[in-house]
């Protein structure tokens, strides 16, 4: 099956830094790449995903990048602001069904 | 669009007490629903998948005896916790896919948190 692994576990950063989530997953056939935010208390969040076609997705200060060679993608969010202080989640599909999930990453922005 | 919503949103029960969670998509149809865990500063672990009308598909680990998942609706899916146990404490997590929508995506509910004493 798919196997998701993510990196950092924790990441600290200063408003307005740059912020990069790596992920790599197993599955060659895997297709679709979400990303999830989830705040203490509540279910995730999808906040962008791409699909194989393209390498790159962008939306305001978050973006995507993927590298179906390497089978990593990554979560890339400019101009941090203390509301972007959450755990985020990459996943991959398993078997054309459920989401595989990573560890996931603890993103703090100190103001 | 694409909302889903659960209920209760937190529940405490007693040992040996079975407890049931409800899951809804209260826009759109679906027909894969999935179920999740989530123990404290851990990720989501897909618990089983449940399709329209037939029986669930539980990931290896999970006892389906204990965990019973009933999707009767397009709309509805269900999660009973069977002779709940402390270890059984966590948060559930419920996503669906809709019926006509794109592949993979799924849309998830709000979680439940499960206190068993």
């Known amino acids: 099956g798919e196997n998701v692994e993510q990196h950092p576990s924790t990441l600290s950063v200063q408003e307005g830094d740059s912020a990069v989530i790596k992920c790599t997953y197993s599955?060659?056939?895997?297709?679709?790449f979400p990303w999830y935010k989830q705040e203490l208390g509540k279910g995730p969040q999808l906040i962008i995903d791409?699909?194989?076609?393209?390498g790159e997705k962008k939306d305001q200060r978050i973006a995507v990048t993927l590298n179906k060679t390497a089978k990593h993608f990554s979560l890339h969010i400019t101009e941090t602001q203390p509301e972007d202080s959450a755990v985020y989640f990459c996943a991959a599909p398993q078997a054309g069904t459920a989401l595989i999930f990573g560890k996931g990453t603890t993103l703090s922005v100190s103001s | 669009g694409a909302v889903v919503s659960q209920h209760p949103s937190w529940v405490i029960c007693k040992s040996g007490t079975s407890v049931k969670i409800e899951c809804r998509s209260l826009?759109?149809?679906?027909?894969?629903m999935f179920w999740y865990r989530q123990f404290p500063k851990q990720s989501l672990m897909l618990m089983a998948t449940?399709?329209?009308?037939?029986?669930?598909?539980?990931e290896q680990g999970v006892e389906k005896d204990k965990f019973l998942i009933n999707h009767a609706s397009l709309t509805l899916s269900t999660l009973t916790v069977t002779s709940a146990h402390p270890e059984d404490s966590s948060f559930y997590i419920c996503?669906?896919?809709?019926?006509?929508?794109?592949?993979?995506?799924?849309?998830f509910g709000p979680g439940t948190r499960l206190t068993v004493t």
């Open positions: 826009d759109f149809q679906a027909t894969t």
């Open positions: 996503s669906a896919r809709g019926e006509d929508g794109v592949p993979y995506e799924q849309y």
């Open positions: 449940s399709n329209e009308g037939s029986k669930a598909t539980y």
């Open positions: 599955d060659s056939a895997s297709n679709y």
């Open positions: 791409i699909r194989s076609n393209v």
